[in-house]
């Protein structure tokens, strides 16, 4: 079993409907990352938290703690949304980051 | 501010050649890191550098890769002898200390033939 799991891997959506993405984790973490990544292109990080919730722009980001799981969500999705959205989470053991597979999403017109 | 800088965006060689890419960090940023990513897959951690020192190289092959971080800056990741295998996009990331948020290039795609 991964030790980060995402789902769902892949996801489609019509352009203005809200979008979740779900990262669980199975170690303790002092971080948890989520990053985009659009085809043939780097990547970009998006949010970095450790509790709570992260506002910027149409993207929220939210963490639990206790659950160990986080939820990436996009508000009035785009075209220009679709990319893989990756969660990374640092072990608070080993000080290593430890990637999701990604979400592939694809938003349509 | 500048973001992280890479170089070449694109290389393709044959097997057994050798190749080096690049990066510079954005300035002040102590932690560096190197990372694979094959196409479909995640990064792979290959190297990471806090200031010049290295911290984890655990998972860089080291019979054929290798990577310096001179003076604490700028970076270089070599790849010698290549295999078809080592083709994939190599990635430079830093942060501005060890736990924190990071930064990526636009990364380095390297096809063997």
């Known amino acids: 079993k991964n030790e980060v799991e995402q789902s769902p891997q892949n996801l489609t959506a019509q352009e203005g409907e809200f979008i979740t993405i779900n990262c669980s984790y199975s170690v303790g973490i002092s971080a948890l990352h989520w990053l985009q990544q659009h085809p043939g292109g780097g990547i970009v990080s998006l949010f970095m938290l450790s509790s709570g919730k992260k506002k910027h722009g149409r993207l929220i980001a939210t963490i639990n703690i206790q659950e160990k799981h986080s939820s990436l969500h996009i508000t009035a999705s785009h075209p220009r949304d679709s990319a893989v959205y990756i969660c990374?989470?640092?072990?608070?053991?080993?000080?290593?980051?430890?990637f999701g597979t990604g979400t592939r999403l694809q938003v349509f017109p | 501010e500048a973001g992280v800088a890479q170089s070449p965006r694109y290389k393709i060689i044959e097997k057994r050649q050798s190749v080096a890419f690049w990066c510079n960090p954005i300035s002040g940023h102590a932690t560096l890191y190197w990372y694979q990513q094959i196409l479909g897959q995640g990064p792979k951690l290959l190297i990471q550098?806090?200031?010049?020192?290295?911290?984890?190289d655990s998972q860089l092959p080291k019979d054929r890769f290798s990577a310096e971080r001179l003076k604490g800056v700028d970076s270089t990741l070599k790849i010698q002898p290549a295999k078809l295998e080592d083709s994939a996009v190599y990635l430079c990331a830093s942060s501005l200390r060890r736990v924190g948020e990071l930064f990526f290039g636009e990364g380095s795609r390297l096809t063997v033939l």
């Open positions: 990374a989470v640092r072990s608070y053991n080993t000080d290593k980051l430890i």
């Open positions: 550098f806090q200031n010049n020192g290295v911290v984890d």
